[in-house]
């Protein structure tokens, strides 16, 4: 069994590409990546930040293709 690539903040933030700012306000809305805690850092596995990716592709798929509201 292999170990998961485990990935901290910056380099999550790269991969969405953005700041490490913006990755610590989706973390407080609850809208990031699921993570770890290894002692007082963050760990994400690198599929799960992919998956996430993915899972918003969808979502945004989905919703545009729902119909619009007429008003």
Known sequence: MTSPILLNAQSVAAML???LRQLEKL????NAPTFIRIGRSRKWRADDVEQWVNGQFDR???QSSAPQPKG
């Open 17 to 19: 590409g953005i700041s």
């Open 27 to 30: 973390i407080v809305a609850g």
């Open 60 to 62: 945004q798929a989905h």
